[in-house]
């Protein structure tokens, strides 16, 4: 079964950036998809991104799209999202996921999380 560990968050101001990384162990990561999904203070988490097992094909939340690319490395076992053009709206806990059935953008689908790591954006 695979472990993950997110890491990379941090205050940040608006309109800045920042990379988050989720190292993984175990055998299975890369014939995974993975994703990220956020969760702020008194809110749902809510699907960011995720990427195919082979990192082909990438998904976004519209909230995202075009500001944050979503990565993997195989061989490092690491998943990665880049985050540009920071707003206010995007703190939160970040977490990855390893995707197990469904569609992606249900975090009923992912059965192996990470315990996220917190990004916060100042004005």
């Known amino acids: 079964q695979v472990q993950l560990v997110e890491s990379g968050g941090g205050l940040v101001q608006a309109g800045g950036s920042l990379r988050l990384s989720c190292a993984a162990s175990?055998?299975?990561?890369?014939?995974?998809?993975m994703a990220w999904f956020r969760q702020a203070p008194g809110k749902e988490r809510e699907f960011v991104a995720a990427?195919?097992?082979?990192?082909?094909?990438?998904y976004y939340a519209d909230s995202v799209e075009g500001r944050f690319t979503i990565s993997r490395d195989n061989a490092e076992n690491t998943l990665f999202l880049r985050m540009n053009g920071l707003t206010l709206e995007d703190t939160a806990m970040y977490y990855c996921?390893?995707?197990?059935?469904?569609?992606?953008?249900?975090?009923?689908?992912?059965?192996?999380w990470g315990q996220g790591t917190q990004v916060t954006v100042s004005s």
């Open positions: 996921a390893a995707h197990d059935s469904g569609h992606f953008k249900n975090t009923s689908s992912f059965n192996v």
């Open positions: 175990g055998r299975t990561f890369s014939s995974r998809a």
């Open positions: 990427i195919t097992w082979n990192g082909v094909s990438t």
